[in-house]
């Protein structure tokens, strides 16, 4: 069994930082490309940013140059700094991995979310 446990979010006033951290254990024999989503009330689920096992990455236009993903193999765990935060940003933020398993079958994991409030 494999899962996703995140952890970093919380309430910042704008033009703050935080950062995500998600870590994943179980039975993984690897992990592929690793990103972060959000959502916020009323709105639907977007890409917030990816990176690929060889870390190459991807970033949303209203993000670009404030948010920086990474990931640390040896930890199986990926990062999602913010930076300069605005009110729009706030939303549950949430890790998804494609992650093969130890009997070799490759599936799409989620996290449980972390809220992520900016407001003065």
């Known amino acids: 069994q494999v899962q996703l446990v995140e952890s970093g979010g919380g309430l910042v006033q704008p033009g703050g930082s935080l950062r995500l951290s998600c870590a994943a254990s179980g039975s993984i024999s690897s992990i592929h490309a690793m990103g972060w989503y959000r959502q916020a009330p009323g709105k639907q689920r977007e890409l917030v940013a990816v990176?690929?096992?060889?870390?190459?990455?991807n970033y949303a236009d209203s993000v670009k140059g404030r948010f920086t993903i990474s990931r640390d193999n040896a930890k199986n765990t990926v990062y999602l700094q913010m930076n300069s935060l605005k009110p729009e940003d706030t939303a549950v933020y949430t890790c998804n991995a494609y992650i093969t398993n130890v009997a070799r079958a490759t599936t799409n994991y989620w996290g449980q979310g972390t809220q992520v409030t900016v407001s003065s």
């Open positions: 990176i690929t096992s060889g870390g190459s990455t």
